[in-house]
């Protein structure tokens, strides 16, 4: 059974930096498919960004274009998203998911097949 399990979140100022990590028991965090989403009160779960096996593949949402970076820790076997220049609207709830669904598109909660429970970022002014 694969576990996700997210952790670094917290409440930082405007313009500030943060730095979440994804580990997971039950899959290999190393090479597998992972991503990033994240979701406010009263939105849908947006994508944030993935990184591909082998880090083939990295890709972000639009609204975090560089200002975030996903990357392999895999010293701590785990998947981080350093997140930099953060605003406001980038309060939400971070979600990390592992193994790619490929009928669906990555940037969509179909798309992946395992999912922790979250942790909270808060940006404030």
């Known amino acids: 059974q694969v576990q996700v399990v997210e952790s670094g979140g917290d409440s930082v100022q405007a313009g500030g930096t943060l730095t979440l990590s994804c580990t997971t028991s039950?899959?290999?965090?190393?090479?597998?498919?992972l991503t990033w989403f994240r979701q406010s009160p009263g939105k849908e779960r947006e994508a944030v960004a993935y990184?591909?096996?082998?880090?083939?593949?990295?890709g972000y949402g639009d609204s975090v274009k560089g200002r975030f970076t996903i990357s392999r820790d895999n010293a701590k076997n785990a998947v981080l998203l350093q997140m930099s220049s953060l605003k406001p609207e980038d309060t939400a709830m971070y979600y990390c998911?592992?193994?790619?669904?490929?009928?669906?598109?990555?940037?969509?909660?179909?798309?992946?097949?395992?999912w922790g429970q979250g942790t909270q970022v808060t940006v404030s002014s």
């Open positions: 998911a592992a193994d790619r669904v490929w009928s669906n598109s990555w940037r969509t909660v179909a798309g992946w097949r395992y």
């Open positions: 990184i591909s096996s082998g880090d083939a593949g990295i």
């Open positions: 039950g899959y290999n965090t190393q090479t597998g498919y």
